[in-house]
């Protein structure tokens, strides 16, 4: 099994930061692809950044010069830094892998929880 947790969620005024991390454990061998995605209220889910096994990037547009994702290969964890969030921002971000277990052939997307983001105006 895989498990991913998520923090570093809370509240926020609009302009400040926050930083995320997804950690991966369990029976991880290899992670591929991660990313961040956002749900708000009344909204679908929707690709926030991600990254590839080789650090390349994407963003969304509404997020872009403003988060920044990053990876640590050697401890399995995914980080997203959120400066000038704006309350547009608010929503529960989930962190997403494409991992395969020890074993286990196949390659499986997982998701973490989710950790609430709010931004307050």
């Known amino acids: 099994q895989v498990q991913l947790v998520e923090s570093g969620g809370g509240l926020v005024q609009a302009g400040g930061s926050l930083r995320l991390s997804c950690a991966a454990s369990g029976s991880v061998f290899r992670i591929n692809a991660m990313g961040w995605y956002r749900q708000a209220p009344g909204k679908q889910r929707e690709l926030v950044a991600a990254?590839?096994?080789?650090?390349?990037?994407n963003y969304a547009d509404s997020v872009k010069g403003r988060f920044t994702i990053s990876r640590d290969n050697a401890k399995n964890t995914l980080y997203l830094q959120m400066n000038s969030l704006k309350p547009e921002d608010t929503a529960v971000y989930y962190c997403?892998?494409?991992?395969?277990?020890?074993?286990?052939?196949?390659?499986?997307?997982?998701w973490g929880q989710g950790t609430q983001v709010t931004v307050s105006s």
């Open positions: 997403n892998i494409d991992a395969k277990q020890f074993f286990v052939s196949q390659w499986h997307d997982y």
């Open positions: 990254i590839t096994s080789g650090g390349s990037t």
